[in-house]
T-cell receptor, first 114, second 110 residues
């Protein structure tokens, strides 16, 4: 059973650019959620996808968008990057919205905006 | 709006000590509570999951308790080791998938 895998591990972008982060969910999981973790803070919920539909969103602007594919993998897209977008981006998957079995996290993508 | 607080923010103990990390949350309407470990610059490793109907869960030297009515959880680590040094995060699942505290940074000194 493979876990949650994220790519790339590190990324440096310039302010104003666009970025796409990728996540492969754990085998058997149909729910994927994304989190942003600034240095020294707890992760903040961005949005969640269930069977290719967004079914929950945190307090993030529309320039943060996502997709979930038929194989339940997912992408996080961020447009018009700002310096404050520099953070660790975490992907988590679950088989049941986390109700009974919780969430499994990937190792994250460290995004630096300069 | 759910808020999660973890106390203390940082803790340093000598090897072999037993210790308790605290987590409190403001809205008791949760599905479950999960404790995670995070090493510097890394992702989250799930340690224990407690359903809202449960009072505690144990895994090896770790024991987590949940008092939903008072909005509190504790993570007890027995016989701490230097390898336990990490940041410990608690998160509650309810209307929002996961709401996290800021974590407790634990250092176990050999």
């Amino acid at each position: 059973e493979t876990g949650v895998t994220q790519s790339p591990t590190h990324l440096i972008k310039t302010r104003g650019q666009q970025v796409t982060l990728r996540c492969s969910s754990q085998s058997g999981h149909n729910t994927v959620s994304w989190y942003q973790q600034a240095l020294g803070q707890g992760p903040q919920f961005i949005f969640q996808y269930y069977r290719e539909e967004e079914n929950g969103r945190g307090n993030f602007p529309p320039r943060f968008s996502g997709l979930q594919f038929p194989n339940y993998s997912s992408e996080l897209n961020v447009n018009a990057l700002e310096l404050d977008d520099s953070a660790l981006y975490l992907c988590a998957s679950s088989s049941d919205h986390g109700f009974n079995y919780g969430y499994t996290f990937g190792s994250g993508t460290r995004l630096t905006v300069v | 709006k759910q808020e999660v607080t973890q106390i203390p923010a940082a803790l340093s103990v000598p090897e072999g000590e037993n210790l308790v990390l605290n987590c409190s949350f403001t809205d008791s309407a949760i599905y479950n509570l999960q404790w995670f470990r995070q090493d510097p610059g890394k992702g989250l490793t799930s340690l224990l999951l407690i359903q809202s109907s449960q009072r505690e869960q144990t895994s090896g030297r770790l024991n987590a308790s949940l008092d939903k009515s008072s909005g509190r959880s504790t993570l007890y680590i027995a016989a701490s080791q230097p390898g336990d040094s990490a940041t410990y995060l608690c998160a509650v699942s309810g209307n929002t998938p996961l709401v996290f505290g800021k974590g407790t940074r634990l250092s176990v000194i050999a």
